[in-house]
Every structure is written in structure tokens, then in C-alpha cells.
């Protein structure tokens, strides 16, 4: 396989990422309270989208038609890590508090870094665990 030019985009980007909940509209809130962009919401899925084209998938958990076998079924996780595109503290810290503004309780921003990253964690109202942090994406066209 030839080998990526360090300055060319990258040929992959994760496309989703799903999460099936209890409560499709109430994490649908919190994720767009998180600064997501809804891209379609229905009551048994909501599809928001991140930087970069990422689609983040919540599927009503039990709901008819979930279930059907499609290409992006599969294991879907409890957790997801999130990356602003800011580097800084302040960045992070105004991400944070807009979720408190919205009548979330996230917890605070840790006082150390983990690899470079400002980070803090919340829980969406189906109870999954959320990281947000700041950016250690490079320069590059990505």
C-alpha cells in the first residue's frame, strides 16, 4: 500500500457513531445543548452532526424498526469522546457552561491535562459517558 503524503487529507473519517438510549428527544436535547447541529429528529432516532461530517446516531432503544438489519447495526457502545476544535481551557470551559446553562451537570474540567488535553466528562440523560476535550488535531488539512 503506497504511503499517505503528511500533508494530504486523510482518506478516512469516522462516519458514525451510535448510541442506543432510553429516551431518543432528551439526549437529542443534551447533545444539541452540547453545541451538535441537528441534521434529522424523529421519535425513534435523532441524527446530530459533528465537525468534519461525523454523524452522531441515537436509536430509541426497543423501538420497531430499529432492530432491521442495516450496514451501521452492530455493537453500539455507552460512551463517546468528543474533540472541540479549541485548544484552550477558556474554550473548553465556555463548551462546559452552556451545558450548565441548559440545566446539565457536567462535571468540572479536571485539573490537570491528559495528553495535552484539557478534559471534562458528563452524562447524557440516558446515563451514557460523555469526554469532551480540547483539540490535538495537527495543522494539516484534515
Known sequence: MP??????????????LS???GDVA???RFYADLGLRTFN???T??????????HLLLFQRGAPGNDA???????????????????TREELEAVRSR?????HAPDPIADRTFFGHHVFKAKDPDGNEVTVSTSHA?????
Not at 3 to 16: M, T
Not at 70 to 81: C, E, K, L, Q, Y
Not at 138 to 142: A, Q
Open 99 to 103: 451545558l450548565v446553562e441548559h440545566g
Open 3 to 16: 504511503e499517505a503524503r503528511a500533508e494530504a487529507v486523510p482518506a478516512f473519517a469516522i462516519g458514525h
Open 138 to 142: 495537527s495543522n494539516l488539512p484534515v
Open 69 to 87: 438489519e442495516s450496514p451501521f447495526d452492530g455493537a453500539r457502545g455507552n460512551s463517546v469522546d468528543l474533540m472541540i476544535a479549541g485548544r
Open 19 to 21: 448510541l442506543t438510549v
Open 41 to 43: 429528529a424523529g421519535e
Open 45 to 54: 432516532m435523532a441524527i446530530l452532526e459533528l465537525r468534519g461530517g461525523t
Open 26 to 28: 432528551a439526549c437529542h
